[in-house]
């Protein structure tokens, strides 16, 4: 009973409201000097992009931030809008593009596709999509240092980390900030893959996971390390676990992941 009534004081709504998501960014990007543009419509729903205005500007070595690809993963949308609410410096100091919710139909519905029924997680490629195609005239010409696409697994009993890096390996640094919050997946083998303490690094031959392992679908990071972004890290909560819980471990690693960076930029 506590963990529920604690639950209802933090999450006063549903975590599939996506009018109370669209509001809160609303106010905030008025509050602090983000610009929110509407993306395309989808389902029915807006799909927002957020930009502060180093991005607008277009300076190079930017932040990507990612959440509600899978709409039956909602503790990512929320631990998304939680950071910026907490006036990170960041938001002031480098180029940040943010994707709130990229499913909100999904959202809504608790469902991991969209509302044509496509997996957009293994469609970033797909420029038949109309979301896609929007998205990729979106990042035409624009760089980043980082992306972080927020995910969430029913089947896993901790967090685990996908980490696509061209240098130093941070993945381990930055699971050990959140386990805390929620304790690693220890499992060695998550989702089809072989981990090591909750954590999956690459660097090479991706076309070849792709073809052989997602059935020759991109997920939003993969094609993002291909073609605009220097490293990616798709972060992955247990969805069973408490929703509050689930939140903040998002939001511990979003602030551990971009400290990071700004100590190596
Ligand atoms: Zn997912």
């Not at 604690?6 to 609303?26: C, I, K, N, Q």
């Not at 106010?27 to 395309?40: E, F, K, P, Y």
Request: proline share 4%.
């Amino acid at each position: 009973m506590e963990v529920i009534r604690e639950t209802m004081v933090a999450f006063p709504h549903s975590g599939h409201d996506y009018g109370v998501l669209l509001t809160r960014w609303e106010a905030l990007a008025n509050r602090v000097g983000l610009t929110l543009s509407i993306l395309c419509e989808e389902g029915g729903f807006p799909v927002i992009v957020i930009e502060n205005s180093q991005a607008l500007a277009g300076e190079p070595e930017g932040i990507y931030l990612s959440a509600g690809v899978h709409g039956d993963e909602c503790a990512p949308v929320w631990g998304l809008l939680h950071w910026a609410e907490s006036d990170p410096a960041i938001l002031r100091t480098r180029a940040v593009v943010i994707f709130p919710c990229l499913n909100p139909y999904g959202l809504v519905e608790n469902t991991r596709r969209d509302h044509r029924g496509i997996d957009l997680n293994r469609s970033f490629e797909n420029l038949e999509c109309p979301l896609i195609r929007s998205w990729t005239t979106f990042l035409e010409g624009r760089r980043f240092a980082l992306s972080l696409n927020l995910h969430e697994d029913y089947d896993a009993g901790g967090i685990y980390l996908y980490e696509l890096a061209r240098d130093e390996s941070r993945g381990d640094k930055l699971l050990t900030a959140c386990e805390n919050i929620i304790p690693r997946e220890m499992a060695g083998t998550v989702d089809g893959s072989d981990f090591h303490r909750g954590l999956l690094t690459r660097s090479g031959d991706l076309e070849k996971v792709v073809e052989e392992d997602l059935g020759g679908g991109y997920p939003e990071a993969i094609l993002l390390f291909l073609r605009c972004c220097r490293d990616s890290y798709t972060f992955e909560t247990p969805s069973e676990h408490d929703l509050v819980t689930r939140v903040q471990a998002h939001e511990a690693f979003i602030a551990a992941a971009l400290q990071e960076t700004g100590e190596i930029a």
